[in-house]
């Protein structure tokens, strides 16, 4: 068991594990066992007010009826009393004493029996509109006393947001546990974490944007069709660090000696093969050291970076995991100024974070996290993808390629070269561009790029698409007066929207449903469907799903207590450089081998 009573994951089954972080009862009853009984209390105390007050009720509602019977009975015989006055009234014998002015006693006695019954009337009116308050009053006490069954419920929903602990976190928030979780569990998880995530997006479908950053280079598979989130739930389902992408999925000798093969293809030598494994592994431009750089996992903190790494613009398939779950389990650090899980670093080319895991074993299971798929977003049935597509042979290989719409762009280009200074359009630019006021300007800069970007879904642009389009044209409308066919060209290709799109189309979660259902070992255990900027649908999804009322990182601090697992110095922890002198020893191995066995045979393999 652990410090606080939960169970350790090996030491009693994973179901178990899964009730005490998951399960508000078992919660309670190990973490909180005097709230329990406070709450068990104030049930039975109003449990036992709710009958006290409903025998009240009763027993008010039964004395209401009581005088409302006594006050019909009075009303009979007054009805009575005055039918008999009547009638001893109207007789000749009273009207003759009346005459003589002579009282008739039998009258005079049934007046009075009338008038005290009504007097009696008025007093059983009167305690009728006082019960009746009374009984008002404790009909709004009952609405007033809790429910016992909202009481139990706002108690387990207490518990359900209740903090995991810091050694809870450490101890509990494994790969097996958090593999077992349905989706509805692994929400139910969150809301007892912090509501701080790492995000890693994929590159799935056809690449259509690089982020355009002068100083980032992320132009890899720029328009080239990628099955990024396909292959990762093919290839052991983890996100793997980039050394293990391009082969050392472990250190195993057959492994190293396959990745080594390459190297032998150009090396003449062992010392040439030892210096270019060594570069290899040591030597890079990054801003990190080379080798922590490629061991590790990389994500962002607070934010979905689609902008640099994403494959299409709202087709973007990403990864998900609560800062918790990855600080809590492994060693890691901040590549950018700020050293803070709970806010995204001040530039996002700097948003880097690195997770580094067994070399042995290495990667971030996929199951550990939420996989964010789109919803609604219409794809081609057969690829997934916005774009239509078909198979071309290029360098003798068959590709999947984008299709080129030569009429939208000769639309285009024909529309732009209306684009004179007659043209309300330009006019409108001119205006824009000429108003020295910042507000007026501001305002009309909005217009114009409104109105372009109108213009442009009439002409049969997409929606965003458009708007790259309209940044772009404007831009080159800021430093040219006039555009022609190739500077028009250069626009719409630019902003690569001179693609078809695809025309039979189905909503992206019946792609993904259908691929599932033919793939049923690919599907990832917790799977979310987003529509959306990505990083506000991470957002969203934590609001709809009670997520953030377990924040601890006011009295746990910006790194949520796990500082310990921080590495400082990538380039000297060994926590950031495990396995380096352990691979250069097994590749040296291998090296002599090769190449001592090629020199007695007196060849040299390059």
């Known amino acids: 068991m652990g410090d606080l009573g939960e169970p350790m994951p090996g030491a009693v089954p994973v179901e178990a594990v899964k009730k005490g972080l998951i399960d508000s009862r078992t919660i309670s009853k190990e973490t909180d066992p005097e709230g329990r009984v406070e709450t068990a209390r104030a049930v039975i105390g109003v449990r036992a007010e709710t009958r006290a007050n409903q025998e009240v009720i009763a027993d008010t509602e039964q004395k209401i009826q009581h005088i409302a019977e006594l006050a019909g009975t009075l009303y009979q015989q007054e009805r009575q009393k005055n039918e008999e006055l009547a009638r001893r009234l109207g007789s000749v014998l009273v009207r003759a004493k009346g005459l003589i002015g002579i009282d008739d006693k039998q009258a005079a006695s049934l007046q009075a029996e009338i008038a005290a019954i009504e ?22 006490r009952q609405t007033e006393i809790p429910n016992p069954r909202q009481l139990i419920e706002a108690y387990y929903e207490k518990i359900s947001t209740q ?60 328009r080239e069709y990628v099955s990024g989130f396909v292959d990762v739930m093919e290839n052991g389902q983890c996100l793997f660090p980039p050394l293990a992408r391009v082969g050392l999925v472990n250190r195993d000798e057959a492994t190293v000696k396959s990745f080594l093969s390459s190297f032998f293809e150009q090396a003449e030598n062992a010392d040439q093969a030892r210096e270019m494994f060594k570069n290899f592994l040591s030597f890079g431009l990054a801003a990190a050291p080379k080798y922590p750089d490629i ?29 918790d779950v990855l600080a809590s389990q492994y060693p890691y650090a901040f590549n950018g100024k700020e050293k803070d899980f709970t806010e995204p670093q001040s530039e996002n080319k700097w948003n880097d974070v690195f ?10 299971p996929v199951d550990s996290g939420i996989v964010f798929l789109p919803d609604t977003r219409l794809v081609d049935p057969e690829t997934g993808s916005r774009y239509a597509s078909e198979m071309r042979t290029i360098d003798g290989q068959e590709r999947r390629v984008m299709i ?16 004179d200074a007659q043209s309300p359009l330009a006019r409108a630019f001119a205006a824009y561009k000429k108003e020295r006021d910042y507000y007026n300007q501001q305002d009309l800069e909005r217009e114009c790029v409104t109105t372009f970007t109108q213009e442009l879904i009439n002409l049969g642009f ?24 190739e500077a028009l060209q250069g626009i719409v290709r630019g902003a690569g929207a001179h693609f078809k799109m695809a025309e039979r189309t189905i909503p992206a979660r019946d792609y993904w449903e259908n691929f599932f259902a033919e793939n ?78 090629a020199g007695a045979e007196g060849v040299i393999r390059k």
């Open 119 to 140: 007097e009696e009337r008025s007093a059983l009116y009167a305690q009728s509109d006082n019960t009746e308050h009374e009984l008002a009053d404790l009909g709004k």
């Open 404 to 419: 080129e719409n030569t009429d939208l762009v000769a639309s285009f280009v024909e529309w732009g070269k209306k684009l």
């Open 462 to 485: 997409e929606a965003d698409a458009s708007s790259l389009l309209t940044n772009r044209l404007m831009g080159e409308m800021h430093r040219k007066d006039s555009l022609d066919e």
């Open 295 to 323: 061991t590790a996992t990389h994500f962002a903190a607070q934010t979905v970076l689609d902008g640099y790494y994403g494959g299409e613009r709202g087709n973007e398939v990403f990864f998900v995991y609560p800062s």
């Open 520 to 597: 049923p070992d690919l599907r990832p255990k917790h799977v979310v469907y987003y529509d959306g900027s990505p990083t506000a649908a991470v957002f969203k999804f934590q609001q709809q799903n009670g997520i953030g009322k377990a924040d601890t990182s006011e009295e746990n601090g910006p790194l949520l207590g796990f500082d310990d697992h921080r590495v400082v110095n990538m380039g000297e922890d060994s926590r950031s450089n495990v396995g380096y002198e352990e691979l250069l020893a097994t590749a040296n191995k291998i090296i002599d081998e090769h190449y001592g066995s």
């Open 163 to 222: 903090p995991l602990s810091n050694e809870q976190k450490r101890a509990l928030l494994t790969p097996e546990v958090l593999a077992s979780l349905t989706t509805e569990e692994y929400i139910a998880l969150w809301r007892r974490l912090n509501p701080y995530f790492l995000a890693h997006v994929t590159r799935q479908g056809f690449r259509d944007h690089t982020g355009e950053d002068m100083m980032v280079n992320h132009a890899s598979g720029y």
């Open 355 to 364: 997770i580094w895991t067994d070399p042995e074993n290495p990667g971030i």
